[in-house]
């Protein structure tokens, strides 16, 4: 089976800068992957050009068979590829209910004047949506905060607010920049647990940027490392995080020291 997605030989130069350089690997549908790497390595340079942010210098994307390189991102997004920031990105004057609405514009298709009319058709749309809405606030599990003002919400209720912002528009890929960010241990297990469920229950394809270590070796089935705009390692998480240039990487171990260093990457994982 082709994989859903396809980066091939990927590299992005700013000025005399290499961000990325010659990256190429793919995601299998239903697979959750992790993108990993120090501050600095290119992973959210690769997020950006995946959604066409940023376009590559050379080399081609392709998803579903397509070859997307040079569509913009409103055009990705609508074929299924739809990504979080890593600052979460979310109207905080709004209440979390109007936030899904205002982020199922991708869905609500059909001419403007039908909706402000209230025509049958326009007004099936939107009840359905709001139904949807009403079923990912209680997959993420924000259902009692539905009419709560965003810029009330806790930093982790923000981070599952952005997660379920972002399958509001019915993605086959979700990529998700560093969602666990500022949680607590207990709401990074929870977090985990969600991924999981997404993939396993939604079919959802996920790519995460990420640095907590226990969530990237609990819920990912590959990762990708890597280092000064280069791929340095992709494998399964067990043998990553033994890969000696992963734990120099890291940290900062040289490459003919003993285990010790392997060692402390294990006990963050």
């Known amino acids: 089976m082709p994989a859903l997605l396809a980066i091939d030989n990927v590299t992005r130069m700013f000025g005399g800068v290499v961000a990325a350089r010659d990256i190429a690997f793919e995601l299998q549908r239903g697979e959750i992957v992790s993108l990993i790497g120090p501050n600095g390595a290119g992973k959210t340079t690769l997020f950006n050009i995946i959604t066409g942010f940023v376009k590559p210098s050379s080399g081609r994307v392709h998803f579903d068979g397509a070859d997307i390189t040079n569509l913009k991102p409103q055009q990705v997004a609508q074929r299924g590829i739809v990504r979080t920031f890593q600052i979460t990105n979310v109207f905080s004057g709004l209440t979390v209910g109007e936030n899904l609405r205002a982020a199922q514009y991708l869905r609500l298709t059909g001419p403007f004047w039908r909706t402000m009319l209230g025509l049958s058709d326009a007004r099936d749309r939107q009840e359905a949506a709001d139904r949807d809405a009403a079923e990912l606030l209680r997959v993420v599990g ?47 297990a929870r977090l985990v647990e969600l991924l999981r469920w997404l993939c396993r229950e939604r079919g959802i394809t996920l790519l995460l940027v990420e640095h907590d270590m226990s969530v990237v070796m609990s819920v990912s089935d590959r990762i990708v490392v890597m280092n000064f705009g280069q791929k340095i390692a992709e494998g399964v998480p067990e043998v990553v995080k033994q890969d000696r240039r992963v734990i120099e990487a890291y940290l900062g171990a040289s490459l003919d020291e003993d285990d010790g260093a392997a060692n402390g990457m294990n006990a963050d994982a």
């Open 142 to 188: 924000l259902e009692h905060l539905r009419d709560e003002t965003a810029r009330n919400l806790a930093y982790g209720q923000l981070r599952l607010l952005e997660i379920a912002i972002g399958l509001a528009a019915s993605p086959k890929i979700l990529l998700l920049d560093e969602p666990a960010a500022g949680l607590n241990s207990e709401e990074s």
